[in-house]
């Protein structure tokens, strides 16, 4: 079906449309047909606060990390859309 291609391309241009993301930018875009939410986090982290130079994880600080991004990321969806 074209019309889903060319709707999928258009979303994925304009998802684009953050020529300069600065980590914790939060792009949103949706089809209102699909009702699918397209959601882009730009996230960088240090790799050296994560691993060490022997390659262990220090897991308990990557969860940590991650789940403030992850309750960030719903606390901002759950104001955008109220669900």
Do not use: C
């Amino acid at each position: 079906d074209f019309g889903r291609v060319w709707q999928a391309i258009k979303a994925e241009f304009k998802s684009g449309y953050v020529n300069n993301p600065e980590p914790g930018t939060i792009t949103v875009d949706g089809d209102m047909e699909s009702g699918y939410i397209y959601v882009q986090v730009d996230l960088y982290l240090q790799i050296d606060h994560y691993i060490a130079a022997d390659y262990s994880i220090n897991f308990p600080r990557l969860n940590r990390d991650i789940g403030a991004t992850l309750n960030a990321l719903r606390k901002y969806l759950k104001g955008r859309f109220g669900r």
